[in-house]
């Protein structure tokens, strides 16, 4: 499994040439090692492998149209673009790799191409005398100076009868090369536990008391440790998210709940990533049966839940401890206040209580403190704050040892 390519988003571009019968294999591989794969074919891959196949084992609607306008209303070539964390092209054919060159946008992939600002790589594929002509290889290096990665050819027998350098490298050496991609390894080795959404602090059978945490941000640092080579494990409250790939997840219901499972996982964990919106207090005695609209007491007798990240800080073998500071106001004052009180190493502030960022939303903004230091990350998505935080707190840990 290539854990770098877990959950990401890769624009798999497929061009006119006999390797293209390789493509269905490399976006079947791409997706077993976690990628989400949406492929763009032009209109002469057509002729070599049909959209129904890609679709099918890409598991996503082909693009092909640069025109179409349902496929334009569903997801525009600007759109797809942004979408995606990186693009492959294989098999790229001569054609293709020298209308990328001169910066052409006349059909969808080298439209996506010159719009996304994510990394391209290309796999060549052609005949081996079209590879060696001086014309593709002044194209190649030409885009490898332009921080176009390009991965092979490799050398053998050719669909034409020829023998040499032209073949698309095999689907299994193009993952590993996309997987290198984003390899950063900085947690590679580390045990990360990591707290993510609301807990329900029960009332009765049918009502509690809770957050809107949406565990977006938890899920989102869980998927960027894996892809930094963790091991994680994501205790989660209620929430309605898919479990990002490898991570081994653990739901809870309540905060007591989702203490006993942090204390039962915490023995060998490296890195403490508190996300979770824990509630502070819990109902002193929850009715075991429906209370009758009329029965309700006006007043709700409250005691504190455990507070998870202070016990975990008060361990004799302590993980690093990262927590979260959710404020509406005072942000950085309240932030540092939970630094010093829980006896945090970092702590990760953000403002909550607005529809754009924060608590519930797909984006958010942090400070981050920790000793004598603080950094901004400005608002961004999630799973992109997320890989940046993950990247601070795998530099911060490494020099703490
Ligand atoms: O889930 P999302 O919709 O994506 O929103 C993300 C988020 C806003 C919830 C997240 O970024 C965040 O700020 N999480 C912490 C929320 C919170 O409870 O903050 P707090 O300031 O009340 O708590 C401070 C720290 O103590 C947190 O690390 C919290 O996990 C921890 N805590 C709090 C109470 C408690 N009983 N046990 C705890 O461990």
């Not at 993952?175 to 580390?190: C, E, H, I, N, Q």
């Not at 209370?291 to 006006?298: E, L, Q, R, Y």
């Not at 942090?366 to 601070?392: C, D, H, N, S, Y």
């Amino acid at each position: 499994m290539k854990q770098q390519l877990a959950n990401k988003q890769i624009i798999l571009g497929v061009t006119g040439g006999i390797a293209a019968y390789k493509s269905a294999d490399l976006a079947r591989r791409l997706r077993e090692a976690g990628a989400e794969v949406r492929v763009v074919m032009t209109e002469h891959a057509k002729e070599f492998i049909t959209p129904l196949t890609m679709q099918a084992v890409s598991g996503n609607p082909v693009h092909d149209d640069l025109f179409d306008l349902q496929a334009e209303a569903a997801m525009g070539h600007i759109e797809l673009a942004r979408w995606a964390d990186a693009v492959l092209v294989a098999p790229a054919t001569a054609d293709f790799m020298a209308r990328l060159l001169r910066g052409e946008a006349n059909d969808l992939l080298t439209t996506v191409c010159l719009a996304t600002s994510v990394p391209i790589a290309i796999a060549p594929a052609m005949n081996q005398a079209m590879w060696k002509n001086t014309l593709t290889q002044e194209n190649v290096q030409a885009l490898q100076e332009k921080k176009i990665h390009v991965y092979g050819p490799g050398e053998g027998n050719q669909a034409c009868g020829d023998v040499g350098p032209g073949r698309m490298l095999e689907p299994l050496e193009l993952v590993d090369r996309m997987a290198s991609l984003f390899a950063t390894g900085s947690l590679s080795g580390k045990k990360v536990t990591i707290t993510a959404g609301p807990t329900h602090e029960a009332i009765d059978p049918v009502r509690y008391m809770s957050n809107v945490s949406s565990g977006k941000m938890g899920f989102a640092l869980a998927a960027a440790a894996v892809e930094a080579g963790a091991t994680v494990t994501l205790i989660s409250g209620p929430v309605l998210l898919e479990t990002p790939a490898q991570v081994k997840r653990i739901d809870v219901v309540s905060a007591q709940d989702m203490f006993d499972a942090v204390m039962h996982n915490i023995s060998a964990c490296d890195i403490f990533l508190s996300v979770a919106a824990v509630a502070d207090y819990r109902c002193k005695q929850s009715a075991s049966q429906k209370i009758p609209k009329d029965a309700m007491p006006k007043q709700i007798e409250l005691e504190r839940n455990p507070d998870i990240v202070a016990s975990v800080a008060k361990l004799n073998q302590r993980p690093v401890v990262v927590g979260f500071a959710a404020e509406t106001e005072n942000v950085l004052a309240n932030a540092k206040a939970k630094l010093k009180n829980k006896n945090l190493d970092m702590i990760i502030a953000n403002q909550v209580g607005q529809s754009d960022s924060g608590m519930g939303s797909d984006e958010n903004a942090a400070t981050v403190l920790w000793g004598e230091q603080q950094k901004e990350f400005p608002r961004m998505t999630k799973q992109k704050l997320a890989r940046e935080l993950i990247e601070l707190v795998a530099k911060i840990n490494s020099s703490q040892k």
